[in-house]
């Protein structure tokens, strides 16, 4: 059994949520007029009020205690250091590496990984420039108007999400777009008025073996060859791909010089500042890619070098592990008050649940505490008008992020003011509710939110959002002495769509009566067009067996 809810500070913390149960968060700000000054920290554009937490001062040095006393400081050397952290798959955790702009060795097996990152990113300047000058043409002499990332997961979700929230930043003639569900449909309606002699298509995949994105991939390049009547030599201006996989991204037909590659010290999840970034450098061009990765990289040297108290990412995982552990929050939500960030608690949900759903500790012991919570969310105002209720007046208790930019639209400001006081009333009335006569009018109050400023949406701001979170995460998982890095859950499906692909025509009874009513009820469905479909859909199946991600 993990050992951790028996340390003392996590008693200690037991205790302190035993005695201030009934404590207001109002009141913490009348016994201390400066409370707001104390808990909130600016770093550069980045401000965070943690001030309307249910967290008295004690409670707060006990949770730093509690981070004092964890494996933290020595996990962090060690990822900055290069060390094997994800100890399951046996590899090092570097994206701090790809936003290392200073430069600085990390070495990894003896060698100093920098010069494989900094000729990674020379590769993706000049690639990026010969597309957006359009010098980089299709096969027919036309230069590219359209992007389609085709990729799921980290290959999909983190260079999608900053596109979507840097759309004032990108190329006027060139759109991005993002194929990642293997349901044929997505395919259909992106590619639905596109001109395959100006859409140049990533096929992002650091394994080159997921389904979903074989699937994709194999049929943008029928409807490639298709639509043009061409071959596949002409593909060659068409198709890129990211990978680590270099063989089986040639095998596919993408020239070798097309393939942008990373490592696997790169998690999916983690990966939209290496090479998978590559819709983002050409949406917004390489500089500004440049500074999103110099906005992460100041929250790298921040996280790794400011003290704990001071620590962004450590007080926002501290007030997360307070809020689970000792409140019983089973979610977490993020509620972005900026429509250009709609996208990202779609994105954080993969970060923090893909990293911090775990139930066994990093010595294959079972823990005995709540780990990652569910984090779900969407953009304010439109929550206000649809979930908040259950906020306000529900049985549940739920934190919330609110995270918005101040700079408006100079053509909008009106709305703008609107968007950011609805954010603060909203924040106001969780923690101070309101008291009316008739009991169904009252709110309760007393709900925990952080507050998230941004001076502007910019690429180096959204750069160290990003890395906020990512390093939240990580603190999280260390102090929980899980492996934050793996993903082992995953694969179990993916194993079982490959059985089930194999299997649904009936020649195995080792499936139990529901899945094997269900997959003959399909397998009927399916009879008329299995010839052609069901056989593709098996050979993108092949390759699926490894855990590497
Ligand atoms: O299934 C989840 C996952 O394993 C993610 O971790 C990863 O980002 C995604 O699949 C895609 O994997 P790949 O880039 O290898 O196609």
Request: aromatic share 8%; hydrophobic share 40%; net charge negative.
């Amino acid at each position: 059994m993990n050992s951790l809810r028996k340390s003392n500070s996590w008693t200690k913390l037991e205790q302190l949520a035993d005695e201030t149960g009934d404590d207001r968060i109002a009141d913490y700000f009348k016994a201390d007029p400066d409370r707001f000054e104390k808990m909130s920290l600016r770093l550069g554009e980045l401000f965070l009020d943690y001030s309307k937490n249910k967290i008295s001062p004690q409670v707060m040095d006990a949770l730093l205690e509690l981070a004092e006393q964890s494996p933290l400081q020595r996990r962090r050397e060690q990822m900055f250091a290069g060390d094997a952290i994800n100890v399951t798959e046996e590899r090092p955790v570097l994206h701090i590496a790809l936003r290392n702009l200073g430069n600085q060795p990390i070495v990894v097996n003896g060698r100093d990984v920098m010069p494989d990152v900094q000729a990674s990113l020379e590769k993706l300047r000049a690639f990026t420039e010969q597309v957006r000058s359009g010098q980089w043409l299709g096969y027919t002499g036309k230069r590219i108007r359209n992007v389609v990332n085709i990729g799921i997961g980290g290959s999909d979700l983190g260079p999608s999400m900053v596109c979507r929230a840097l759309l004032d930043y990108q190329h006027p003639d060139l759109s991005v777009h993002f194929i990642s569900n293997v349901d044929g449909r997505h395919l259909k309606k992106v590619l639905k008025g596109l001109d395959p002699e100006t859409t140049l298509f990533i096929v992002s995949t650091k394994t080159f073996s997921t389904q979903e994105t074989l699937l994709n991939a194999n049929s943008a390049k029928r409807w490639f060859l298709e639509q043009t009547q061409s071959t596949t030599a002409d593909m060659g201006q068409h198709f890129v791909a990211v990978s680590t996989n270099i063989k089986a991204a040639t095998e596919f037909g993408i020239r070798e010089d097309s393939i942008f590659q990373f490592w696997d010290w790169v998690g999916g999840r983690y990966s939209l500042w290496s090479s998978i970034g590559l819709p983002i450098a050409l949406s917004i061009g390489f500089d500004a890619f440049i500074e999103l990765l110099d906005g992460a990289h100041t929250m790298d040297q921040h996280f790794l070098n400011a003290p704990l108290e001071a620590n962004m990412p450590v007080l926002l995982a501290l007030i997360g592990i307070w809020n689970i552990n000792f409140l019983g929050a089973e979610t977490q939500a993020i509620i972005p008050y900026d429509q250009a960030l709609h996208q990202l608690p779609a994105f954080l949900q993969q970060l923090d649940m893909e990293s911090n759903g775990k139930s066994v500790d990093i010595d294959g012991n079972p823990v005995s505490h709540a780990t990652g919570p569910i984090v779900w969310g969407q953009t304010g105002s439109n929550g206000q008008h649809a979930f908040f209720q259950l906020l306000h007046q529900g049985t549940r208790f739920v934190p919330i992020d609110f995270i918005a930019s101040l700079k408006a639209d100079e053509d909008t400001k009106e709305h703008h003011f609107a968007l950011l006081t609805n954010m603060l009333a909203q924040a106001n009335a969780f923690m101070n509710g309101d008291t009316q006569d008739k009991q169904y009018a009252s709110c309760t109050g007393n709900r925990p939110s952080n507050v998230l400023l941004l001076d502007e949406l910019s690429p180096r701001n959204l750069g160290a959002l990003i890395a906020l979170y990512e390093h939240k995460v990580f603190v999280q998982g260390a102090i929980w002495n899980i492996n934050s890095f793996d993903q082992w859950g995953v694969q179990l499906g993916k194993r079982l769509a490959n059985d089930i692909s194999r299997d649904i025509d009936g020649k195995s009874n080792e499936y139990d009566p529901s899945t094997q009513g269900l997959m003959d009820i399909v397998n009927r469905h399916l009879a008329g067009d299995k010839a052609d479909s069901g056989a593709t859909a098996k050979a993108g199946l092949v390759a699926e067996e490894s855990g590497d991600q």
